[in-house]
C-alpha cells in the first residue's frame, strides 16, 4: 500500500460552534492517488479542502497529515509550516480571495518569495510557470482586470509554481470555458502523472472520472454517504438524483418526452 498523505477519522467542524459543516468523516487519502470531493452546495467540500490545508482545525476526530497530527498549535512550528505550506497547494473556489498582489508576476512568486528562494530558482520557475499556462501577456496586468477564466489560470498557476506534492482544487473549472476546463484538466492530470496527490472538490459531473481514482460523496447531512469508483457513481441515475448532483434534462422529440441525465450521450 502506497503512503498515507492524509489520515481522518472522526473529523467533526462546525462554524461559530452551531453550524455542522462535516460530521463523523473517515477518509484515508494514498499519495499518488486522484480523489475527487462530491456534493451539492453546503455539503461541506470547502470546509473539508481548508481543513486538509490546515487552515482551519477540527473539534472533533483528528487529521494525520504527512506523518504528523495536525493541532492548532502546529502553527506555532514555524518548520512545520514551512514544511507543509511548500508540500500542499490550495487553489480556493474564489480565485478575488487568493489573488491579492497588484500584477500578476507578483502574484505568481508571491510565495516563492515567502519561503525565501532565490533569485534565479524564482525566475526559472516563473518561466516555466508562464509557458505551461501561456500567461505571458497577463503578467504585467492586475488580477482585478482579468475574466474570470484568467484569474482561474493565474491561481492555479500560483498554486503550481511552488511545485506542491498534494493539489487541493476547490471546484477548479467553476466558470470556465470547454477550452480552458480542457487544458486546466491535461494540467492536473500532467501533475498526477508525475506522482502528485490530486484532491478536487467538484459538482461538475463531466470532469469526474477523469479527475478520480475514487470518489467521495457529500449529503445533506454533511456526511459522507458514499465511498466508491467514478464510474460506480456517475452511472447510478438514482443516486445521482438523490443527492442533488444531477437534473434530469427533458428533450421533445415530436409527441414524445426523452429524459435523461445531462452526462449520457442516449
Ligand atoms: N464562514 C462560514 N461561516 C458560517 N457558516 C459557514 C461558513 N462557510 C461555510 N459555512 C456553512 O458550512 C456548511 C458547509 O459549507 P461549505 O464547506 O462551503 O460547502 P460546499 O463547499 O460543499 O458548498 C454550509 O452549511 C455553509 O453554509
Ligand atoms: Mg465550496
Known sequence: ?????FELKGVYFSYHGKIPALCDINLNIEEGSKIVIM???GTGKTTLLMLLDALI????????ALDR????NLLNDWEFVRFFRS????????PDVQLFSPTVKDELIFSLLNLGFTQKEIEK????IVQLFRIKELLDRAPYQLSVGEKKKVAIASVLIMEPEVLLL???TAGLDPQTTRDIIDIILKENSLGKTIITATHHLEIIEELADKVYVLGKENKIVRSDYPKEVLYDEEFLLKYNLAHIHYHHHKDLVHTHLPLHND
Open 125 to 128: 520557475r516563473l518561466s516555466k
Open 69 to 72: 497530527e495536525f493541532r492548532e
Open 170 to 172: 476547490d471546484e477548479p
Open 39 to 41: 456534493g451539492a452546495n
Open 57 to 64: 482545525f477540527p473539534q472533533k476526530g483528528y487529521i494525520r
Open 87 to 94: 508540500k500542499v497547494g490550495l487553489l480556493f473556489q474564489n
Open 1 to 5: 500500500m502506497a503512503r498515507l498523505i
